[in-house]
């Protein structure tokens, strides 16, 4: 049996008609960059999130760049964010030329961890403390960040905050929306994501009516009126058939939440019958509201192996990720070294995800078990 890690062909059968019909429309009106089409998709993605404002821009990472942007943060500033992310969370940090620091994460959720942020903050020196200009949680794998100490620590700090919901859209916090708690909320629609275009693009959310202006400034280069440049901005269009596409699947959102969820409980499920409990441990759902991106196992010994042995039988795992953000060579200069943040270590280590996409069978979900059970069973 194949189990892909993700298979979006289902989807795309599903919605072939209604999809070929609005990018027809885009090719008649040859009406490519932002125009309608973005304007509606930014009002459907403010009210899905419960929101004021929604800014179209060309990917998530330029999501988090443009937030930095609009919010001042540049050279001599410093951010705080987790060393356990996708590269960009990062990286937009360095490119507006302030500088990464990192806390370790919660074990059970591998989000930003309230308490290690507050260690990390009585071990610096109050010039660098107060250097700190924002703070960006990351809700990873679809479930929110703890994000009430956080805000707290952010508003006594006088940080601004910039959410990375990338893997999060429809994930709550108590009631409300992953990207609607801090200032700005950064989303992707690269097409693994829950809502992906049919290429790149991203959309940030925002509460403020003033950032809301700066954003869409700084996504034309900062200029208002047209060659008028207030502001060095950037091209971070979204363009209009990215836009008609995610228009058309965030109806579908909340369906293919829905069986993402139903997987993780057959899973669950799956799982307690195999008897796995000493080798392996399920995601912990913290939240009420895990949009399941991705499901995350954490292995007690020999990940890689159990990798191998899962891909020589037809199933695609893949490992969120390998080396966090704090070892990485490009970094190097930042003087973080090994065992600085254990748990997140821990986690690159023995961290797998297995497929979770909506179409996945129970029967590919158990074969992907009982492969599992295998491989711990020739072990012992
Ligand atoms: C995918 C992702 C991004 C970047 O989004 P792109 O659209 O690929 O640029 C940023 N942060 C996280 C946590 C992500 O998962």
């Known amino acids: 049996?194949?189990?892909?890690?993700?298979?979006?062909?289902p989807q795309y059968q599903q919605l072939k008609d209604e999809i070929l019909a609005v990018t027809e429309e885009i090719y008649e009106s040859q009406y490519f960059i932002l125009g309608p089409r973005v304007v509606?998709?930014?009002e459907d993605i403010a009210r899905y999130c419960r929101?004021?404002?929604?800014?179209?821009?060309?990917?998530?990472?330029?999501?988090?760049l443009i937030s930095l942007m609009a919010a001042r943060v540049g050279q001599e500033d410093r951010v705080l964010t987790s060393p356990y992310s996708f590269f960009a969370t990062a990286g937009a940090i360095s490119r507006v030329g302030a500088r990464p620091v990192f806390a370790d994460i919660d074990p059970d959720t591998y989000n930003l961890d309230p308490e290690s942020v507050k260690q990390t903050l009585s071990k610096m020196s109050s010039g660098e403390?107060?250097?700190?200009?924002?703070?960006?949680?990351?809700?990873?794998?679809?479930?929110?960040?703890?994000?009430?100490?956080?805000l707290g620590i952010a508003r006594e700090e006088n940080w601004v905050v910039i959410e990375d919901a990338a893997q999060a859209i429809g994930a709550e916090y108590k009631?409300?929306?992953?990207g609607?708690?801090?200032?700005?909320?950064?989303?992707?629609?690269?097409?693994?994501k829950n809502l992906g275009a049919f290429g790149d693009g991203g959309v940030v959310t925002t509460n403020s009516d003033s950032l809301c202006k700066r954003l869409k400034i700084l996504r034309v280069h900062g200029s208002a009126p047209k060659y008028y440049h207030r502001l060095v901005g950037g091209n971070f269009r979204l363009d209009a058939f990215q836009a008609a596409i995610v228009s058309v699947k965030l109806n579908y959102l909340?369906?293919?939440t829905s069986e993402r969820q139903r997987n993780a409980e057959t899973y669950r499920q799956l799982f307690g019958d195999a008897g796995l409990e000493d080798?392996?441990?399920?995601?912990?759902?913290?939240?009420?509201?895990?949009?399941?991106?991705?499901?995350?196992?954490?292995?007690?010994?020999?990940?890689?192996?159990?990798?191998k042995f899962l891909a020589d039988a037809g199933i695609a795992t893949e490992v969120y990720y390998p080396v966090p953000l704090h070892l990485q060579e490009c970094f190097a200069d930042l003087g973080y070294r090994k065992g600085d943040f254990p748990v997140a270590e821990q986690a690159a280590e023995c961290s797998l995800a297995l497929p979770i996409y909506p179409e996945l069978t129970r029967d590919q979900q158990a074969y992907v078990v009982e492969k599992i059970r295998d491989f711990y069973t020739n072990l012992s």
């Not at 049996?1 to 062909?9: C, G, S």
């Not at 609607?180 to 693994?192: E, K, L, R, Y």
Request: net charge negative; hydrophobic share 35%.
């Open 40 to 42: 509606s998709l930014e």
């Open 175 to 178: 009631g409300s929306r992953a």
């Open 1 to 9: 049996m194949k189990v892909p890690l993700l298979d979006l062909k």
């Open 254 to 256: 909340d369906g293919w």
């Open 180 to 192: 609607t708690m801090g200032d700005t909320g950064c989303f992707s629609f690269f097409p693994s």
């Open 279 to 307: 080798r392996i441990t399920l995601p912990v759902e913290r939240e009420n509201r895990h949009i399941y991106n991705q499901f995350v196992i954490r292995v007690v010994s020999d990940r890689d192996d159990l990798r």
């Open 51 to 64: 929101c004021s404002h929604a800014v179209g821009v060309s990917s998530g990472t330029d999501a988090l």
């Open 129 to 150: 403390r107060s250097s700190i200009k924002a703070l960006i949680p990351v809700h990873l794998y679809g479930q929110c960040a703890d994000m009430d100490p956080l």
